[in-house]
């Protein structure tokens, strides 16, 4: 499996303001994800990082909300952008080295936004 | 696309007890269906998987089962113990969708000694 690292792992933001999210892997990898996971619930894909060109978001999230970065193999960034109390989640980075391996996750970073 | 369907949403089982957890997909073309462990504040961490073109798989107290007729699978964890108590996700996922996973709602585990 992979080591995967994120920082913040928690922080407590003002409406309003924005808050970036890092994401490191001990070695390179293929794929790399950003989940929302809110309260008792399920994991959501928020989008797919692609390394070089625009993150692939899925049904209810923007880039203008949500931009992504993902300059090589091994790091990526999650912005929340403008937050509102409804931003207040964990948001987890998730990473695969193919497509035909297994996924692991991030540590998570836990965000309230008061 | 696809949709998991996961029962229960919580289980409660006596320690040494088996616990069965069950999932439901749509989507014929998924291929992969891994199972996820998530205790309370932590990440989720990837327990079991089974592929397609297997029908069971044993990891020592933890099994899945994948019946692709029926599209349906299911985790298995005998002789439950308290640190088994978890919410655990099933997911689906299938090579031609690029590979995205779609997870089930979740089954909290409570494992009672």
């Known amino acids: 499996s992979a080591v995967i690292s994120q920082k913040p792992s928690r922080d407590i933001c003002q409406r309003g303001t924005s808050l970036t999210i890092q994401c490191q892997v001990d070695?390179?990898?293929?794929?790399m994800f950003w989940y929302r996971q809110q309260p008792g619930q399920s994991l959501t894909l928020i989008a797919t990082?692609?390394?070089?060109?625009?993150?692939?978001?899925e049904s209810g999230f923007v880039i203008d909300k949500f931009p992504i970065s993902r300059p090589n193999l091994t790091f990526s960034t999650l912005t929340v952008s403008n937050m509102s109390p409804e931003d207040s989640s964990i948001y987890l980075c998730?990473?695969?080295?193919?497509?035909?391996?297994?996924?692991?996750f991030g540590p998570g970073t836990r965000l309230t936004v008061l | 696309g696809e949709n998991v369907e996961q029962h229960p949403s919580t289980l409660s089982v006596q320690e040494g007890d088996s616990a069965v957890i069950k999932c439901t997909y749509s989507?014929?073309?998924?291929?992969?269906f891994p199972w996820y462990k998530q205790e309370l504040g932590k990440r989720p961490q990837l327990i079991i998987d089974?592929?397609?073109?297997?029908g069971e798989k044993k990891d020592q107290r933890i099994a899945v089962t994948l019946n692709k007729t029926a599209k349906h699978f299911s985790l298995h964890i005998t002789e439950t113990q308290p640190e088994d108590s978890a919410v655990y996700f099933c997911?689906?996922?299938?090579?031609?969708?690029?590979?995205?996973?779609?997870f089930g709602t979740g089954t909290s585990l409570t494992v009672i000694p």
């Open positions: 998730s990473v695969r080295r193919s497509s035909y391996n297994e996924q692991f």
């Open positions: 070695s390179q990898v293929t794929m």
């Open positions: 990082a692609n390394q070089g060109s625009e993150a692939t978001y």
């Open positions: 989507d014929s073309a998924s291929n992969y």
């Open positions: 089974i592929r397609s073109n297997v």
């Open positions: 997911a689906a996922s299938a090579s031609n969708t690029g590979n995205q996973f779609y």
